[in-house]
């Protein structure tokens, strides 16, 4: 089964999705599943994983809505209040929906101390008795504490979001490396190949750009960490889906059959239990 390991879907209000500024224009609209299913047909690709885009227990709720309405949506990715009082029972509310898969939280948007307070942290420590995975969504300046929060849960489930973002517009590889290494030390954090695009430059990208960003993950991980995630429809202020996916795909050609495979779909199956 090839999987999209990351994607979005949402009815878009400029409230709620105030982060899609002026210079992202073309995501200002519904993203659906109907809008989806023709990329994914074309790309051979069989299932997603919908990740959430509103740190809301409504958005989670819309996202599964999406799910059991198509089949090919294996799995969700919400939010929930992993800070509350009341965080076992929620979870355990939560845990009836085998659809919902784990949790994230907007954490690029937080200090990097957010991660680590003790309400938070007390959150975390719940999630893998419930058979719940947790999706980190960081820029560079928070792998430090990114990396304690992995140290403290070995029994946790982690999947670095997007790389951690680095500055591949830049070309900088320097902090990110050593941070995305010493992460990858711990076999418990996994790595979405996703969202590289958005952080090239949108207009004038190649895949040349990308090469030295995927080799330090394949070094660091290996191929059975890894997943790939198109991080549609935000992608498309830079990339058509098809483009996003040339890149990765084009860099694992010269990888065994087995080993593109997990990459595509196995790993992705295996760490969300598709």
Known sequence: MQVD??????KYDPIVHDWIDESMQVI??????ANLKPFLDQAGIDACVAVQADQTEKETAFLLELAEENTWIKGVVGWTDLRSNQ???NLNKHQVNKLLKGFRHVLQGEDPAFMLQPDFLRGVSHLASFGFTYDILIFPKHLEAALTLVKQ??????VLDHLAKPFI?????EGWEQGIRK???HPNLSCKISGMVTEADWNNWNASHFIPYLDVLVEAFG???LMYGSDWPVCQVAASYEQQLSIPKNYFKQFSTTEQADVFGNNATRFYQL
């Open 87 to 89: 965080v076992e029972e």
């Open 28 to 33: 200002r609209k519904n993203f659906l599943p």
């Open 153 to 158: 849960f070995p029994n946790q489930s982690f």
């Open 183 to 185: 992460l990858a030390e």
């Open 169 to 173: 517009k830049d070309g900088l590889l």
């Open 5 to 10: 390991a990351h994607q979005h879907f949402w």
């Open 223 to 225: 191929t059975n960490r």
